[in-house]
């Protein structure tokens, strides 16, 4: 028997519910530090003082929050159509490859000019990667879940061969391109405020993350006020009703596909133009994946996804840090404990939606 | 001492708020064992509420409940099912591909060895059957069972499982008069073997011919029990809606005017090649309702659906307002700005998002629409504005356009989409199924509401299970029976028996 729907204030929805989820997470993890010997009090100071503890932390912080805030609003937006996107990796990977394209063959250009032209062909490489993959589910049926994660493939073998054969530095044995133009990198945030007389350290983070936090802004406003946001959010929920209202599903399903493939490309922007410079291998490190699981814990809504990379970020670089002071914790091991906040907050959540929904009932008087 | 028999249910002050909607209010009821007791009232009047309280789907905020005298804690379907209580939802819960047998015993496989349980399970079921006349096949696969025969699939696994109360929330909504006919035989046989019956249903005929007792609730409270003998339709009708209501409906003559929707020879293939709409031709007028009579599943949904432009024929021609609509033209959303408005049959899967707030499902099909906002981005205010205005308009309960549409009762969630579709003066409107799953007022407003479109001069055609509704409503009726159009009569000139006779098949062109 199907047990009554779970109701919940806003709030406690969007709010409470994560927030224990990662509070039960973080208990768990706690015990997984104990068992190999270590304190997780002083494993949580750490993690927490290497993350936020100082601007050249927060640094670090952000700029993983960045690329977790492009993939997890590319995840999000599939799934408001209702569509399981988890070909991040391999649309960031193109964008890539069409970013490196724009900043090497439009090198004469000026800054202003260039920026804008590479963030957009960033942008139209995500979308082709992702559209192809909807074109199929739309046309064919061909389950999108199976197509992207195939284009994972077939876009991690595309660009090692191009940066090997094609498109690597003349006379160099690393599968990498030639540095881009000066004027094609992405000021650092801390040069940018040091123009205003602001100190801060050398990290990597950059202006992409203005990009993210506008993206965020953007799909806010594409899913919940356009026109085109309604049609998406019908065809999810509803596609029957999507079609009696003279909505295509099909072309819906392109629409959102490629527009989820343009923000994953976002990674590219904040890696290559943002960090690196260049188009190197393997620069997508996982965060594509990672934005599933941000885009679960924020429920789709950006508000949501901004706050879960937030979280991300900090697990990311308090994680490097503790690995770092505490060799017993190693790198894996901050994996298991990231691994376990995406069980919590994905896979369990609907045990807490249970426990908070009676906690809040007993506070009513019931 | 004399020992009397308690009551085989009894609520007591029973409460249950959502949030600030209270569903029910300190409402007590008493279901004498071996009776067959009926519980009427409007949709949203807590009726299903009350039932769900007590299979334990929801714990009651206060209240007691009482089986067989005893208090008890219902607080899961298990703990309903050991109380002996079981129930027959409106929508079955079976598993289609399973035999009767698996599916009686699913949930009580008693243990690991499924061939214990299905054996003796088995032999219930013969004892079953017989004692209460119900043949079925036991390895019967159940999805290729008629919908009554599933119902009693439902029912056995009930008995199967030792209820001495059985709860059916509205069993006949899906059944054939015939069909219906047969399961008030068996309730009645389940009553001669000392079982009792809970039947909530909005068919007053149906609490009149099977009954012993009747409560009526209205807007969470119940409002009067009474012996059915001593009660009349127009008594109970009067109870449930708080006023006066006319079951009948007036009409004034019709006003014919010239046709505007011209259908030729359609005929629709299904995926799997059959023929489910073949060659039917139909004219539809200014001022004037069609109905389509005809037991359900004989092409009504597809012409519905190739009309709204939902499924393209394979043959035939459709003319709107005299132009000729080429495959292009019949999409929904060209019909709609062609004045061809669109009531479908299913509003939950078709009409509505019910995840949607009230407010944007009052634009769906019509969020392109520049009023609703600037260029591609669509105003909130707006929105809520329209929806607030078309909610008060047709009298939609609450009047709360941030409310998940989800939450509205059935007759709510139809005045949604009535307001949407009628409110942007249709020139063609297509309705299925009007009133399916809403209760008596919301029927007598929706009528009403046809019939003053007819008036001002809007092509109607309905189609309806109820074939009283159609007969009521209808100025012209077409028959439809394994898709094809099998006679066409004036409403005043034909009677039940005589549609009847059409919609079996007997056509007057092979007559």
């Known amino acids: 028997m199907s047990a009554a729907p779970i109701d919940l204030p806003r709030w406690a929805d969007t709010a409470l519910v994560p927030l224990v989820s990662v509070a039960a997470a973080l208990v768990v993890a706690g015990l997984v530090v104990l068992s190999i010997g270590e304190s997780p009090l002083e494993a949580t100071t750490l993690l927490l003082k290497g993350s936020l503890g100082s601007l050249e932390g927060l640094g670090f912080t952000l700029y993983y929050t960045t690329s977790f805030i492009f993939t997890g609003l590319a995840v999000a937006v599939a799934f408001h159509a209702g569509l399981f996107n988890i070909g991040g990796e391999g649309q960031a990977t193109i964008a890539g490859i069409f970013a490196a394209l724009a900043c090497l063959w439009l090198a004469p250009l000026p800054g202003i000019l260039l920026v804008p032209l590479a963030i957009l062909a960033a942008a139209a490489g995500g979308a082709l990667w992702a559209f192809i993959p909807g074109y199929l589910q739309a046309t064919r049926g061909s389950h999108v879940v199976i197509t992207t994660i195939m284009f994972n493939f077939i876009a991690a073998t595309l660009i090692v061969y191009l940066l090997v054969e094609v498109m690597g530095k003349a006379g160099s044995m690393q599968p990498e391109t030639p540095d881009f133009p000066k004027q094609a990198v992405l000021t650092p945030i801390h040069e940018l405020l040091g123009a205003f007389g602001l100190k801060l350290p050398s990290t990597p983070l950059n202006t992409s993350f203005l990009l993210a936090l506008a993206s965020l802004v953007a799909v806010w406003a594409l899913i919940y006020r356009s026109r085109l946001g309604y049609a998406i959010r019908t065809v999810g929920a509803n596609p029957r009703a999507a079609a009696y209202a003279g909505i295509s599903p099909a072309r819906i399903i392109m629409v959102a596909m490629a527009i989820s493939g343009a923000l994953a490309g976002g990674l590219a922007v904040n890696e290559a133009m943002g960090v690196q410079h260049r188009l190197v291998l393997d620069f997508t490190a996982g965060y594509g994946f990672v934005g599933i699981a941000v885009a679960l814990m924020g429920r789709g809504h950006p508000v949501g996804v901004g706050l879960a990379a937030l979280l991300f970020g900090v697990l990311y670089q308090g994680g490097a840090e503790l690995s770092f002071d505490k060799p017993t914790i190693t790198r894996d091991m901050v994996v298991v404990i990231g691994g376990i906040v995406i069980l919590f907050a994905g896979a369990l959540d609907g045990l807490f939606r249970r426990l908070v929904a009676s906690v809040l009932n007993l506070g009513r008087g019931g | ?511």
């Open chain 2, 1 to 511: 001492m004399i020992e009397t028999v308690p009551p085989a249910i009894e609520l007591n002050g029973i409460s249950k708020a959502f949030g600030p909607v209270k569903a029910n209010k300190d409402v007590s009821l008493s279901v004498a064992a071996g009776s067959i007791h009926g519980i009427v009232g409007e949709n949203g009047a807590g009726k299903s509420t009350l039932m769900s309280i007590l299979y334990g789907f929801y714990e009651a905020d206060a209240g007691e409940i009482r089986v067989r005298g005893e208090l008890r804690r219902i607080r899961s379907s298990s703990d309903a099912i050991a109380a002996g209580i079981g129930m027959v939802h409106q929508h079955f819960m079976l598993v289609e591909p399973l035999s009767v047998v698996e599916n009686v015993v699913l949930g009580a496989e008693g243990g690991a060895l499924l061939k214990r349980g299905i054996g003796k399970a088995r032999a219930e079921l013969a004892r079953l059957s017989q004692e209460y006349g119900l043949a079925i096949d036991p390895d019967a696969i159940v999805g290729t069972l008629s919908v009554g025969l599933q119902q009693r699939v439902e029912i056995l696994k009930a008995l199967y499982r030792g209820a001495q109360v059985l709860i059916l929330d509205e069993p006949t909504a899906v059944l054939t008069p015939a069909e219906a006919d047969q399961l008030f035989e068996l309730l009645r046989a389940l009553k001669a073997q000392g079982k009792t019956v809970i039947l909530i249903t909005h068919k007053l005929r149906e609490i009149m011919a099977v009954t012993d007792r009747v409560s009526v609730m209205r807007r969470g409270e119940m409002v009067a029990h009474v012996e059915t003998e001593r009660t009349s339709p127009a008594e109970l009708a009067e109870a449930m809606v708080g006023r006066r209501v006319l079951l009948r409906v007036e009409k004034a003559p019709r006003q014919r005017g010239a046709p505007v929707l011209e259908a030729a020879g359609l005929s629709v293939v299904d995926e799997r090649g059959h023929e489910t709409l073949r060659d039917a031709s139909l004219t539809l007028h200014e001022g004037e309702i069609v109905g389509i009579a005809g037991v359900a599943g004989n092409g009504q949904s597809e012409l519905l659906d190739v009309l709204a432009g939902l499924i393209q024929p394979a043959r035939g021609v459709i003319r709107l307002g005299g132009q000729i609509l080429n495959g292009a033209d019949r999409n929904p959303a060209n019909l709609r700005k062609l004045g061809l408005m669109h009531i479908p049959e299913d509003r939950l899967r078709t009409g509505l998002v019910t995840a949607f707030a009230a407010a944007e499902n009052a634009i769906l099909g019509y969020h392109d629409d520049p009023a609703f906002g600037r260029g591609p981005f669509l105003s909130p205010t707006l929105v809520e504005q329209h929806a607030r205005a078309g909610m008060q308009d047709y009298d939609v309960r609450p009047v709360d356009p941030a409310l998940k549409t989800a939450k509205f009762s059935g007759g709510n969630q139809q005045k949604i989409v009535l307001a949407r579709e009628i409110e942007r003066a249709p020139k063609v409107l297509l309705v299925g199924q009007p009133t399916r799953g809403v209760d008596i007022g919301a029927i007598e407003f929706i009528h009403r509401r046809l019939i003053a479109l007819r008036d001002q001069g809007v092509a109607i055609l309905l189609v309806s299970v109820e074939l009283e509704e159609v007969m009521a409503l209808s100025d012209r009726i077409l028959a439809l029976c394994g898709g094809q159009i099998t006679g066409e009569r004036e409403a005043v000139a034909t009677d039940e028996r005589d549609l009847g006779l059409l919609m079996a098949g007997v056509s007057e062109r092979a007559a």
